[in-house]
């Protein structure tokens, strides 16, 4: 593993170091704790509330299509940038390449749409669709 | 600056050969516009839909199976003929899967739309995963497929079992792919490349270091894709999941996912070949824990979801040592009983869901053995399917799953793997035991009362286990021809030319 020792050490020392620099400041450093010393920080406020608190799940609908779409946008810069320099067989072929690659994110924009998520609107969020346990409604079940 | 830049324009683009797939991922986008124009919920014509394009997908891919090996997009897919069979299959356990599915989810009050879509490119992964030879491409099959099924595993989101189902499914699964992913890193360290023809000549070459990453790396792609494949003991996950997922999304993980998962592994076991002394021995092991803790478990479940999942474990540990025997002795056994067994397997697993599948009611689904009581009364066709499915999972002369456990036998025998054929033989007989009871409770245990009132059997319900029904008997009526179509023309020239690189 010849060329790779010198990693193994850096490896070896980084964690002695972090472990050796959390451990004997904890066993050895003085200790005078106060209610207020002990509380989790919260940018020096006093906390209020719990953490773990309920937020709306709205929040990783929005995180969830933001990925995507970013990932698409980060995919069709790239192409943008060849694509001007580019030989014309490469521009067709590209481009309808693209073509079919941004058809399947309409289709998936239209049902994000379709669905409502991106629909902020308390008033509209419960779908009609849906009864009270929030199961759909369906036709034809007895 | 134009031509410092490299403009692939692939040249040996073969749109026919890479066909299935893209049917089945179209069909995919066709059945979620559909979806969404759709009238009231009604999913008659995603159903249709899906349902068209799987059989045109499944008749491309096996119109090319006879055609020669050849490997396009710079390496990135291979058409062969292992790799056809494969896709058929994972048409065919995705076509039985949708079959059954309208009327089950409706009765469960599930019926979104969105699943159909979701199935069609679970499948296509699965494809994906069967013909390709690079280990990115067989990693994204891999997540198109996880993926997919993460999310179809909680489609009854109202339920806590499904909940369950599909965190656990998605935890252990991304934990498996960050092994698989770390041992492509490894992979690619020590070979400079992501194909995996590149591995006898890395392993041949005498190069310590990189003969020692790949080892590393090789065993890191088997603990991950034993995960996929629910090897004993990477199988954890397996009974919750199935338990908890709708029953027609468990039995296409059973069916579907298992199929893929052992065409990935066959992919790199088959590039291993050089390196067969390092990695038998574990997965030897490996295949008898499976086949022994698969069935012993088994035996103690009341759950008739959680008693397939175990039976599918331990066929998941017949499966091992096909494709052991397949790799230690290649010049002797051919592909032919692995993909007979997966066929068959397939349509039995599939088949002993459906019925299943019959017990949902209102909202409701009850899995315990008990629920199947009385169902010959209530469904006489059902019953005696059940008992055909049960028949050929233990392996009775007169059905698919003879021929099946016959040929690994055989097999590995052939390849020298005696301690192997001897445990599948033990298992089997094991097995008898917890495959009785299914068909214990369809058929002596008397209705309770609660269980009475049940919804009759749907035509979809019913098409999906004749055609199950039918595929088993059909499988050990045309052995011949079926082997094969399977196996190719047995000449070992044949089976060993390489395989044509183009582009």
Redesign the interface.
């Known amino acids: ?3 790779y020792t010198g990693l193994l050490i850096l490896a070896i020392l980084a964690a002695v170091i972090a472990v050796a620099m959390v451990s004997l400041s904890w066993l050895l450093g003085p200790k005078s704790p106060t209610r207020y010393k002990a509380s989790p920080y919260e940018c020096g406020v006093t906390p209020v509330g719990d953490a773990r608190e309920r937020f709306p799940i709205k929040f990783y609908l929005v995180a969830m299509l933001f990925i995507l779409f970013d990932i698409e946008v980060v995919f069709l810069w790239s192409w943008m940038t ?1 694509f001007r ?3 014309t ?2 521009k067709i ?2 481009f309808f390449e693209v073509v079919i690659y941004m ?2 994110w309409i ?1 998936g924009y ?2 994000a749409v ?1 669905v409502n998520a991106m629909d902020w609107d308390e008033s509209t969020l419960l779908s009609q ?1 849906e009864d009270s ?10 | 600056m134009p031509d410092r830049f490299l403009f692939p324009i692939p040249q040996d683009l073969d749109w026919f050969a890479l066909g299935p797939i893209i049917v089945v991922v179209a069909t995919g986008l066709v059945a979620l516009i559909v979806e969404m124009l759709r009238h009231k919920r009604n999913n008659a014509y995603v159903v249709g839909v899906s349902v068209v394009g799987l059989l045109v997908a499944g008749a491309m891919a096996a119109s090319q199976a006879g055609e020669p090996a050849k490997e396009i997009l710079a390496g990135t897919f291979l058409r062969d003929r292992f790799g056809c069979v494969v896709q058929v299959l994972m048409v065919a356990a995705c076509l039985l899967s949708v079959l059954f599915s309208e009327g089950y989810l409706r009765q469960k009050r599930i019926a979104y739309g969105e699943a159909y879509p979701l199935m069609l490119w679970a499948t296509a992964g699965g494809m994906v995963m069967a013909t390709s030879r690079n280990l990115v491409t067989l990693f994204v099959g891999l997540e198109l497929l996880s993926v997919s099924l993460y999310v179809l595993a909680g489609l009854s989101r109202t339920e806590a079992k499904s909940e369950e189902s599909a965190l656990k499914y998605f935890l252990l699964g991304a934990f498996a792919s960050a092994f698989l992913l770390y041992g492509i890193a490894l992979f690619y360290g020590a070979t400079g490349s992501l194909h995996l023809g590149r591995v006898a000549e890395v392993w041949t070459s005498g190069f310590e270091t990189g003969r020692s990453l790949l080892a590393v790396g090789m065993a890191l792609i088997l603990i991950g894709l034993s995960f996929k494949s629910a090897f004993v003991p990477f199988h954890q996950w397996t009974p919750d999941v199935y338990q908890g997922a709708p029953t027609n999304i468990a039995a296409f993980m059973a069916a579907g996912s298992k199929v893929a998962a052992v065409a990935m592994l066959y992919r790199v076991l088959d590039a291993a070949q050089p390196m067969v002394a390092l990695w038998l021995p574990p997965l030897f092991w490996v295949a008898i824990l499976t086949m022994v803790v698969g069935n012993l478990a088994a035996l103690v479940q009341k759950d008739a979801k959680r008693l397939l999942a175990y039976s599918s474990i331990s066929h998941a540990g017949y499966l091992l040592v096909a494709l052991l025997a397949r790799f230690k002795a290649p010049d002797v056994v051919s592909d032919a009983a692995l993909l007979y067994y997966l066929a068959s397997y397939s349509f039995m697993t599939i088949g002993a869901f459906a019925v299943i599948s019959v017990a949902a009611r209102a909202g409701r689904e009850s899995t315990g053995l008990s629920a199947l009581n009385g169902l010959w009364q209530r469904s006489p066709f059902a019953a005696v399917a059940l008992l055909l499915f049960v028949w050929s999972l233990i392996g009775v002369p007169g059905a698919s799953g003879f021929v099946g456990k016959l040929l690994i036998f055989r097999d590995a025998l052939a390849a020298d793997l005696v301690p192997l054929a001897i445990v599948l033989a033990v298992a089997s007989v094991v097995s008898v035991a917890y495959y009785l009871a299914l068909v214990r409770a369809a058929w002596v245990a008397d209705e309770s009362e609660a269980d009475a009132a049940v919804a009759p059997l749907n035509a979809g319900s019913g098409l999906a286990l004749g055609i199950c029904a039918a595929g088993v008997l059909g499988l050990f009526v045309f052995v011949g021809p079926l082997l094969g179509w399977m196996a190719g023309p047995r000449s070992a020239e044949a089976e060993r030319a390489p395989i044509v690189r183009q582009g």
């Open positions: 593993m010849g060329g060849v320099e580019a030989e067989s490469f072929f590209s058809t399947t289709v239209l049902y379709k669709d346990e929030g199961r759909p409604a369906l036709e034809g079940v007895a």
